[in-house]
């Protein structure tokens, strides 16, 4: 786990050289065991294809090889500022597999052509270096990273059908000139790039380092505002930094530095869909356990501590149960980390939002090393402006206990496995399907799921709320937003096709909007976070489980009318055969136990213990939001919340998230 940044320069000017270490101490977090910088001359833009290159290393890891020209010498700087260079990469290290300098990146193979910089891990990295060992390649470490070389050496950059992880790599291949961009299949590993006027493409891990560039001026994107405020997510590419953009999941750049050509390819989707030919209950129950065994052991590969997060749920409980037996065959202890709330001034349902004593339980049960912090109101407000300047951009929930969580995590251990993704593939949240499960057209299914989806500002009030911005965002339609991440739909649709398009608009955005939270708030405290769910064979398999199996009451919510399913609250009917599964390793009252976020008691705080502070935010006049947003339309939605009268918990956050990037990045 690391962070990745560069450039390239299909036209000249040059690179902005100048910019090659700032950008990576942008992100230092990310990596604090090492940093490299590679400037290549790829000679595609001159008539003479002479190709040169700088691998350079910082006065900070001066001392971990001698053998690297340090950036920041008045020799490195002289080479630096006497040529031409139209590609750059920069890294910096998380060191957890293969501890050791021959770790170091940018990597490049024997003959110095081939260069890569990469964040994440391979899991399946040892059964493919095994394989090309037997195709005739050699290896001088014991990193994935290295086995991604060669890989593509071998297969091309078809070769990342073959990885089963999470990453985000640039790759420079300097016998055919093309550089490669690419993101893993779910969107685990973030990479952001801005194309400049003059045809330079800058890429980053963050947007903070793409900021530090010369050629990106910073202005809202107004149109990813308005999506944003609409969904509490943002479906589209787009980012709040107008011309940035994150590469998408499953995607991947094509760059031919002769012709300069661009292109974006997708390599992988998901694809929730019935089976032809339905198993025995049982066939899928014990092929589940197989498989999510196999998922979470092949993720507790590590050279550094690794541990696991342990709320009161299934997910993360299923995890814990598992990889706690792996160590214990070790004579070791899995440590476990816990956050809970003060529930003092608590209310209503917030009341139950307290997981500790469950997770205590699991703790007991599974003989783990368990740690745990307790967060309380005033604890949102301490953190406001690291976890912004981190998030970088507002994301879903209300994540700031997500940040306590990692910082606790990291001053015990480097890695820890997360729960993300089991409700994404199991059907949790099967009171958000039934919303829309009775349709006449595909069309009438995207009218009632969109309604769903609608989680800050309803339609009524966003156009007023917005109207300072009108005339920038009046082209912009969130309900083509929403259709327009579905595929092409069949016509003739059943209960159990919508369903599995609900799966797939939820992997596609909610999944992601929660990975790329979760990357950034570990990684902000140099923490890698694994998702054992997001296993290319537990994947593949759990699309295809039949959704009868994964929902109980299906067949009764189908013959309900709308009235009645409107009315519908959380049940335990979710994720069936997953409970099944895990029937055998979690304790009963948590694997029937009814789904329970990880959120804190904000709807109660907000108008009791954290009204000073939320009004001193939100109802000042000079609130850099009200730059975008109309004042009397934004506080009257806020007074409904602090009266008493509308719960609007999630819109309150969203706006002091706002709030605090307009003060970072204005």
Same mark, same amino acid.
């Given at each position: ?131 090309? *060992? +037997? ?51 779910? +969107? ?27 050629? @990106? ?132 349902? *917030? ?69 993300? +993704? ?105 923490? *890698? ?44 009917? +979710? ?9 055998? @390793? ?56 602090? *009266? ?23």
């Amino acid at each position: 786990m690391c962070g990745i940044v560069g450039a390239i320069s299909l036209n000249r000017p040059s690179i902005g050289v100048d910019f090659v270490k700032p950008m990576a101490d942008k992100i230092a977090h990310r990596g604090p065991d090492d940093a490299g910088y590679l400037c290549f001359h790829t000679g595609a833009r001159h008539n003479n294809k002479v190709s040169f290159y700088q691998n350079l290393t910082d006065n900070q890891f001066k001392n971990v090889d001698d053998m690297l020209p340090i950036i920041e010498s008045n020799s490195a700087q002289r080479e630096l500022h006497s040529h031409d260079y139209d590609l750059y990469m920069g890294h910096r290290r998380l060191s957890i597999l293969d501890v050791s300098y021959a770790g170091h990146q940018p990597m490049s193979d024997l003959s110095k052509n081939i260069w890569i910089a990469y964040n994440g891990e391979i899991y399946n990295f040892k059964e493919l270096k095994r394989e090309l *060992e +037997g195709l005739g390649h050699r290896f001088k470490s014991n990193t994935d990273t290295e086995v991604i070389i060669y890989s593509y050496i071998q297969w091309g950059i078809e070769c990342i059908n073959k990885f089963n992880g999470m990453f985000a790599f640039s790759l420079y291949d300097n016998f055919k000139k093309k550089f490669y961009l690419c993101r893993d299949r779910y +969107g685990i590993k973030p990479v952001y790039y801005h194309i400049s006027k003059n045809k330079t493409l800058i890429y980053g891990s963050e947007i903070k380092s793409i900021l530090e560039y010369k050629d @990106y001026n910073s202005e809202v994107d107004k149109e990813a505002l308005l999506e944003y405020f609409t969904f509490q997510n943002i479906f589209t590419n787009k980012t709040l930094h107008k011309d940035i953009q994150i590469l998408e999941a499953g995607h991947y750049f094509e760059i031919d530095l002769y012709s300069k050509q661009i292109n974006k390819i997708e390599y992988w989707d998901f694809d929730f869909s019935e089976p032809e030919t339905v198993k025995d209950e049982r066939e899928y129950i014990e092929e589940l356990d197989r498989l999510f065994t196999q998922a979470v052991k092949r993720q507790l590969v590590s050279d550094v501590p690794l541990g696991s997060y342990l709320s009161g749920g299934m997910d993360s409980g299923s995890i814990t149960a598992i990889a706690s037996n792996h160590f214990q065959q070790s004579n070791d202890y899995l440590k476990t980390f816990t956050v809970g709330f003060d529930l003092s001034s608590a209310s209503g349902m *917030e009341l139950t939002f307290d997981e500790r004593a469950k997770a205590e339980y699991m703790s007991y049960k599974f003989k783990t090393e368990q740690y745990e912090m307790v967060l309380k109101s005033g604890d949102m407000e301490r953190c406001m402006y690291d976890f912004s300047y981190h998030l970088e951009e507002p994301r879903v929930g209300q994540s700031y206990p997500n940040y306590y969580a990692a910082k606790l995590a990291s001053k015990f251990v480097k890695v820890v496995l997360s729960g993300a +993704g089991g409700d994404e593939l199991f059907a949790g949240y099967p009171w958000r399907y039934y919303k829309a499960v009775n349709n006449v057209s595909f069309d009438d299914y995207i009218d009632k799921y969109y309604l769903f989806w609608k989680r800050l500002i309803d339609n009524k009030d966003i156009k007023e709320v917005f109207s300072p911005i009108s005339q920038y965002t009046q082209n912009v339609w969130t309900k083509d937003i929403f259709a327009n991440v579905f595929k092409t739909p069949i016509q003739n649709q059943s209960p159990e096709d919508y369903i599995n398009h609900s799966l797939y608009f939820e992997a596609k955005t909610f999944l992601h909007g929660l990975l790329v939270v979760d990357d950034k708030l570990s990684m902000a405290h140099s923490l *890698e976070t694994r998702v054992p769910f997001l296993d290319n064979e537990l994947v593949d398999f759990s699309q295809k489980i039949p959704v009868k199996f994964k929902l109980n009451n299906l067949k009764k919510i189908a013959g309900m009318n709308e009235n009645e399913i409107s009315k519908m609250k959380k049940t335990n009917d +979710g994720k069936i055969i997953f409970r099944k599964s895990m029937s055998k @390793y979690i304790p009963e009252d948590i694997h029937t136990a009814v789904k329970q976020g990880f959120s804190s008691p904000d709807n109660s705080w907000f108008k009791g213990e954290s009204i000073d502070f939320v009004k001193s935010k939100l109802l000042n006049n000079n609130a850099n939001i009200y730059k975008y947003m109309d004042k009397f339309s934004t506080q009257k939605l806020i007074r409904e919340h602090l *009266e008493g009268k509308e719960n609007r918990r999630l819109f309150i956050w969203s706006l002091l998230n706002f709030e605090e990037w307009c003060n970072i990045h204005e």
